[in-house]
């Protein structure tokens, strides 16, 4: 088992740019949840999908984010334009219902 | 409302002793589970030890174990004979099966293991 899969694992974009962010979940896994981690606002749950539907966006801080599961192997969390303020460790996390939540090894962002 | 409660931001314990890291949570899911997660510098998030709510036992992995005690909504992890490469950042978190499935975690707390 490889685990959740991020990439890239790093990343540097100028502010205004379009920034994707890629999460290949746990085989089997049908609960594939996008966090964003900061020193100020610590673990936030931003979007997390069942059955690769959307259950619940509420922790998308504004438009400029978006997150897409086109299958079950395969998610995106899109942020355009990018701001400086968005710079952060972005996880990607899987588990099946009601069971342990496993982390990719998360992507940290720099906007500048 | 905070659902996870982390009330102590920063720990230093000295090598070898036992440590207890506090959580206390709020639901009125009657079916939940509880997690701790453990972050080193390195920043990945490691899995620990998982107590369901129905669970009669108190949940223990190796040197982790977690005093639970459901009355008081108390979830404490217990490191015994703590190492220093136990020094690290230490989340609990919760999910809700009845009512949206999701994980939430506390604010965290920073281990520190003194030689």
């Known amino acids: 088992d490889a685990g959740v899969i991020q990439s890239p694992r790093h990343e540097v974009t100028e502010m205004g740019q379009e920034v994707t962010l890629r999460c290949k979940p746990i085989s089997g896994h049908d609960y594939l949840f996008w966090y964003r981690q900061t020193m100020m606002r610590g673990l936030e749950l931003l979007i997390y999908?069942?059955?690769?539907?959307?259950?619940?966006d509420s922790g998308m801080p504004e438009d400029r984010f978006s997150a897409k599961m086109p299958n079950a192997s395969f998610s995106t969390l899109k942020i355009q334009p990018s701001e400086p303020r968005d710079s952060a460790v972005y996880f990607c996390?899987?588990?099946?219902?009601?069971?342990?939540?496993?982390f990719g090894q998360g992507t940290r962002l720099t906007v500048v | 409302a905070q659902k996870i409660t982390q009330t102590q931001p920063g720990m230093f314990v000295q090598e070898k002793e036992a440590v207890t890291l506090d959580c206390t949570y709020d639901t009125s899911d009657p079916s939940y589970g509880l997690f701790w997660y453990k972050q080193p510098s390195s920043g990945e998030m490691i899995f620990l030890i998982y107590q369901g709510s129905y669970d009669q036992q108190n949940a223990t992995e190796g040197r982790y174990s977690l005093n639970f005690q459901k009355a008081r909504k108390s979830a404490n992890l217990v490191i015994s004979a703590s190492q220093l490469g136990d020094s690290a950042m230490y989340f609990c978190a919760m999910r809700e099966v009845n009512r949206d499935d999701k994980i939430i975690f506390g604010k965290g707390t920073r281990l520190h293991i003194l030689p």
């Open positions: 999908f069942n059955n690769n539907v959307p259950i619940d």
């Open positions: 996390a899987s588990s099946v219902s009601q069971g342990i939540t496993r």
